[in-house]
């Protein structure tokens, strides 16, 4: 008999962890739940952004090509906004997808980067890839983000345009890219705000 239980145990576990895991699939809550362990894997530490100057060929736009995209407020009231009209200011561009673990895991660290920056002089923008808009909005009002999120009115400029997400760029006022990075990464570090602080000057 403690036989016949133990096989049934042996059956039972993983078709118990597999109803679970179908469960969140289905549920749309795998990527919360995926997204907030990532999140503590970030807060160790080890996942810095290596912020790396443009090389491809595709990244050479001109800083006049880098500001011609359009922006359709998700979070905000108002009108559509030109990306051009930021200019003068830094910008933190995050491109992430609410349907993306490791977009949902650096958010908050975002958001925390965000409050610790004078809004008069960098910008930050999170610019949502998902197909349906709704889906964005019901993610960012879940989580009280307040950060100015946007989808995109127009095409992609070239430079923004990556192989995955989360990717995040960092723009001079002038529209230079200063850095960009694809994956996630831990951004509310002291390097990264002295970074802001020394480009938001350079007017």
């Given at each position: 008999?403690?036989?016949?239980?133990?096989?049934?145990?042996?059956?039972?576990?993983?078709?118990?962890?597999?109803?679970?895991?179908?469960?969140l699939?289905?549920?749309?809550?795998?990527?919360?739940?995926?997204g907030?362990?990532?999140?503590?894997?970030?807060?160790?530490?080890?996942?810095?952004?290596?912020?790396?100057a443009?090389?491809?060929a595709?990244?050479?736009?001109s800083?006049?090509?880098?500001?011609?995209?359009?922006?359709?407020?998700?979070?905000?009231?108002?009108?559509?906004?030109?990306?051009?009209?930021?200019?003068?200011?830094?910008?933190?561009?995050?491109?992430?997808?609410?349907?993306c673990?490791?977009?949902?895991?650096?958010?908050?660290?975002i958001?925390?980067?965000?409050?610790?920056?004078?809004?008069?002089?960098?910008?930050?923008?999170?610019?949502?890839?998902?197909?349906?808009?709704?889906?964005?909005?019901?993610?960012?009002s879940?989580?009280?983000?307040?950060?100015?999120?946007?989808?995109?009115?127009?095409?992609?400029p070239?430079?923004?345009?990556?192989?995955?997400?989360?990717?995040?760029f960092?723009?001079?006022?002038?529209?230079?890219?200063?850095?960009?990075?694809?994956?996630?990464?831990?951004?509310?570090?002291?390097e990264?705000?002295?970074l802001?602080r020394?480009?938001?000057?350079?007017?």
């Open positions: 008999m403690f036989q016949f239980l133990f096989r049934r145990r042996a059956w039972l576990e993983p078709a118990l962890y597999l109803a679970i895991a179908l469960g699939y289905f549920s749309g809550w795998h990527t919360e739940v995926l907030r362990v990532q999140q503590g894997l970030l807060s160790t530490g080890l996942w810095q952004p290596q912020l790396s443009p090389k491809a595709g990244r050479t736009a800083a006049s090509d880098n500001f011609n995209l359009l922006l359709l407020p998700l979070n905000q009231p108002g009108p559509a906004v030109p990306l051009s009209q930021l200019r003068g200011k830094v910008i933190f561009l995050n491109i992430w997808a609410s349907w673990p490791p977009c949902v895991a650096e958010m908050p660290d958001v925390r980067l965000a409050k610790r920056t004078n809004p008069d002089s960098v910008a930050f923008v999170l610019l949502s890839l998902d197909q349906n808009p709704e889906k964005a909005r019901r993610f960012l879940r989580r009280g983000i307040t950060v100015p999120a946007y989808s995109p009115g127009s095409p992609l070239t430079a923004y345009q990556t192989a995955g997400i989360p990717a995040t960092i723009i001079s006022p002038a529209g230079k890219i200063i850095g960009s990075h694809e994956g996630m990464a831990k951004y509310d570090t002291p990264i705000l002295g802001l020394r480009w938001q000057k350079q007017k």
